[in-house]
């Protein structure tokens, strides 16, 4: 086999994240502001001697194959390349499953910048944007970074600057995983019975004008099905979050600290759970990190 490409796969949370509704198409539109995070998953790609994809996968069961995004991305550069090598790669999944975290997207993005990188080849920006988000709505997000409003799906989106460094505590229940399609089935019930037509401006307040807050639509929804979810928020709360959100459609809650030391004491009260210590990356800090050896 050929000389490997290492990269790094880095979580997100969405700072604020409003779902305005189901379209035609059966698409959600949405607002959000997604913040890259340091939690990271590994993935390392290179040439191979036999024909096709194949896809190892570390410490996760997932599946291996044509369904996993990884082997989706890089079969959608194969073929927009026109490349005819075979290319072999490992995954080390760190990044907790069915959380609201988007490591499966940003696995995704980090195959098609590795494939890239691998072949030394390059795709103009619209077009690989459009392979992206053909792959999920938040891969596009992950091909920049930083902190990214996302509108229409999610998937299209536009660079902000980037906040002060904040210190990220995110708590991964035990035993509890949403998935994001019954996560939008339990909004549409709400939707259909007892939302009122969110307003721009409200955005745009909560998410410039108080950069400190954070705020997520599923909550009401998530919530009401795992009532677990928002004691952990309560908690973190409680233990000296300036704010506390669930992760995209859930099930992890993150809690924004003033700084590491804070956010490890805070942990210990989640003994049951899995805890991690973050830090949001600026859109630089995560270019120079995620091409990281």
């Given at each position: 086999m050929s000389k490997a490409v290492r990269l790094k796969a880095f979580a997100k949370v969405n700072l604020c994240l409003q779902v305005l509704g189901r379209q035609p198409d059966?698409?959600?539109?949405?607002?959000?502001v997604f913040q890259a995070i340091s939690l990271h998953d590994a993935l390392e790609l290179q040439f191979s001697s036999r024909d096709g994809i194949s896809l190892e996968i570390a410490d996760a069961e997932l599946p291996a194959d044509s369904t996993n995004l990884v082997w989706r991305a890089i079969d959608a550069l194969k073929r927009e390349l026109r490349l005819k090598q075979g290319v072999h790669a490992r995954l080390t999944k760190r990044i907790p499953v069915a959380r609201g975290l988007g490591g499966g997207s940003s696995d995704a993005a980090a195959a098609l910048m590795g494939v890239l990188r691998l072949t030394k080849r390059e795709v103009p920006l619209p077009r690989l944007l459009e392979i992206a988000s053909l792959l999920g709505a938040d891969v596009p997000f992950f091909l920049f970074g930083g902190r990214v409003l996302g509108v229409n799906h999610g998937d299209e989106i536009y660079p902000l600057p980037d906040l002060p460094a904040r210190t990220i505590l995110v708590v991964s229940p035990a035993n509890i995983a949403v998935s994001t399609r019954d996560a939008y089935a339990w909004m549409d019930e709400r939707l259909t019975t007892?939302?009122?037509?969110?307003?721009?401006?409200?955005?745009?307040?909560?998410?410039?004008?108080?950069?400190?807050?954070?705020?997520?639509?599923?909550?009401?929804?998530v919530f009401d099905r795992h009532p677990r979810l928002s004691e952990i928020k309560r908690r973190l709360l409680q233990g000296g979050a300036a704010e506390a959100a669930l992760a995209g459609s859930g099930s992890a809650?993150?809690?924004?600290?003033?700084?590491?030391?804070?956010?490890?004491?805070?942990?210990?009260?989640?003994?049951?759970?899995?805890?991690f210590v973050t830090r949001t990356l600026s859109r630089e800090t995560y270019r120079r990190g995620i091409l990281a050896r």
């Open positions: 059966g698409y959600h539109e949405l607002r959000t007892s939302r009122s037509a969110p307003k721009m401006w409200s955005f745009c307040a909560l998410c410039w004008s108080r950069q400190d807050s954070v705020s997520n639509d599923f909550e009401a929804a809650v993150f809690g924004i600290y003033r700084n590491p030391a804070q956010a490890r004491r805070a942990a210990r009260a989640f003994p049951e759970d899995q805890v």
